[in-house]
Each structure stands twice: as C-alpha cells, then as structure tokens.
C-alpha cells in the first residue's frame, strides 16, 4: 500500500508537527483545523504553539510545498484525527471534538483509505464510536478501509525529536488495519513500531500517563509526610532511588497538563468500581495546590497582606501550556487566602491567575515583594541570581516549590529558603 496524499485532523500540539513531519517526508499533506485563529496564523506563516524548533519546521514544511492548510477535509489515502479530548467539570471525557472529526470525513471516504485515531481516548472509542460514524459513508471498516488507533507519546519540549525516535504502538480494529498503520508511520519513524488491537493501543495510553500519576502522586504524598516527620523529602527520594528497582518521581505543587492530570479520569469514568487507586491518586495529586498555599502560609505566618511573587503559571517548565496548570491554581488559591500576588509567565507574559497581577518581566515581580515563590521550574528562573533579586525585593523570605534552588546560594544572599517537603521548619 502506498500513502500519497494524507488529511490531518487538528492542527494542534501533535497534529501540526505530525503533519509537517510527513509534508517534511516528501508526502503531500492537508493540515485541517477548525479555529479561524489558528487557520490565519498557519496561512501567515507563524505557528500559535511554543515547542522548540516547530517554527523551523512547519516552515519547512511549507517550503516544500507539500503542506497545505484548510477548514476542510478533501479526498485523501489516510486520515489521522488528532483533535482534542479534553474533560468536563465532572470529570467525563468530552469527545465531541473526536466525533466531528470523524463525522467531517465520512464524505472523503474511499475504498482502501486508512483512518488512524490519535487523540487519546477511553477504552473502545475506536470500536465503539469512530467506526459506527465511519460506517455511515456505506463502506465498512477493516475490510473497505482501514482504521486504527495509534497513541502519541511525545513529550511536550520534546516533541519533534521523540515523535520520530519514540516506539510507536499501532492498534488496528484487524491485523491488516495494523499493517496499514504501520506502513503510513513508518514513513517517519525512527522507534520500533509494535502492533496490536485497537482497544489495547487506547489502554496502553492510558496506563502510561495513569502509571506516571500514581508514581508522582506517591512523591506530592511523601512530601506531605516528610513535613510532619521533619524529614527532606528530595534527599529522601534521592536516597531510596539508589535501590536498582526503585524510581520515584519529583514531588511539586501539582500535577498539570492536558494528559497525566486527565487521561487516569478517562479510566475512572469508564470503570469507577475498578479504578479506586487511580482515583485515589488523581485525588493527591489535585490536593497538591492547597498543600503547596499551606506551605507558603507557613513560611510567611500567614498570607493576609502579603506581597508574593509568584514564578512561573505553566503546567510544567520551559512550556507555554497553561492548562490545567497547579501553578494556576495556587496563584488563585493564595490570593484568595489574602496575599497580594503578583505572577510572572515568560511564556505568556500578559496572562495571569485569578485575582493576581500579572508582571512582564523578572525585575517587574520582584519589585516590593516580600515573598518571592517558585511554581514552575523554567530554565530562566532555575538560573537566576537571587542576589539580584535581593536587591529589588522588599522580603527575604524564598519558597521553592519545584526543589531545585540550591540553598546555599540563596541563603548567602540574605535569604531564608524553604523548600517544598524539606521538612526543616524548627531550623
Ligand atoms: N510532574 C511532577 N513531578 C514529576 C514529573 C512531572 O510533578 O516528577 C508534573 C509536571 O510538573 C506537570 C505534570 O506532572 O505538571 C505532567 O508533566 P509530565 O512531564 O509528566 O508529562 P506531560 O503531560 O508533559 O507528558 C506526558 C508524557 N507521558 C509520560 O511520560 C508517560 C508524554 O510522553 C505523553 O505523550 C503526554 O503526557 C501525552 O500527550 O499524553
């Protein structure tokens, strides 16, 4: 089978780079979306996603003439849906992006065509949902066409490098679905491709991210024990991670991000009565902003008037993603509790949490502030000189939510530090 010409559903964290990969590996390509923000931005040559070296790439892609950009699909040899599947308030895998999605090929559809599912989903979403829809264009699924759900695994930060080396897994509705796959994938992936059901590729997905929420829920949980017990939770990890079958992950002020803070939900909802430990853990881990506010309540005596400079709103370091992010949330929650709080995004300068201002700039944040808070771990605040914020703050009180301040460092700059679950506190 040879794929000439594919149509990539969703032009967003895996779908843009996905298809200017393959524009990149001389395929002709139609990148859809449905956003008339992100259409314009992409037809102007600019890309709306901060992820090192997808600037270079798209416009590589463009360059070579082999990636267009649309609102809708055309007639093509493959389809990957990769739109959202985002969770509601109560919890519930929201796939009206998905069901579109498919709904907006039904026409296109020809025979010998291959439709791959990327967007993470709940167990049967293939079987059960994407190929009753696909149905409806009277051809039927594994013999007409073939369809198959492949999960993504890049790692935001990482994106481009790892959706070439990662292993791929390819879960075909039938075996020559998974071969489809597999000859369309190949086309750029470097990892071993593996192939299996549909089904099983969608639960893969979701024991990854559920298995890396459990293991950072067991961290945040360590951390709340190392501070009753007075103990330094990051030499304590460091410590039982020298044993050769122990990996415990970093504790912080929550986890955050559109797939571990949501992905373990889509399990919950589709079993609740087998699913208590992942529910459980998901639990933890929301509970980690309110830990984080205890913290810096501590540190302070109290928040009430208290200026705070809070570092850092996204979901995770060196990334412009603000969804679901805990550092969001403690921004909000620390405001609430009656602290003057003052953020500061290098990635989203304009953007702030509720209640809280937002500063433009390092020098901004820091001005007057009594407490200066680190909530996501960025390269830039990583590297600053806490002497030079010394110089600009009214405090000297540092709180270190991440756990990579070196104590040292800041301590001969006048400051006290405390630390996230380092215990300490009759220091
Ligand atoms: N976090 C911690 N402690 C840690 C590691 C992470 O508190 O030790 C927090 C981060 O600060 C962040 C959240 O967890 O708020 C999630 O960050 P992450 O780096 O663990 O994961 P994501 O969401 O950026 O990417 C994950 C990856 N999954 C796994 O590593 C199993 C990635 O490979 C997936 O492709 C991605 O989810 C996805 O799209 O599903």
Redesign the pocket.
Known sequence: MTFQKICVLGMGY?GLPTASTLATHGLEVVGVDVNQRVLDVLRNGEIHIHEPGLRTLVKAAFQSGNLRISDVPETSDAFIIAVPTPITSEKHADMSHVVSAAESIVPFIREGNLVMLES?SPPRTTVDLVAPILEQSGLRPGSDFFLAYTP?????GQILR?LIDNARIIGGINPQSAEAGRELYATFVRGDISLTGATTAEMV?LM??T??DIN?AA??EFSRLAERFNVNVWEAIQLANLHPRVNI????P????????I?PWFLVEAAPDLSLLIHQARLVNDGQPAFTVSVVDKALGGLSGRRIAALGLA???DVDDLRE??AMEVAGLLAKGGAEVITYEPFAPTTSASDCKPAESLKQVLEGADAILLLVDHTEFKQMDPNQAAGIMRGRVAIDARGVWERDTWEQAGFKLFVLGAGEWDV
């Open positions: 895996i993470t993504e695994r890049v790692l935001p790892e997905k990854e991210n298995y890396r950072i961290a945040n992950l970093k504790p912080g929550g986890v955050g991000g559109h797939c571990v803070s992905d979901y995770k370091a992010s805990p």
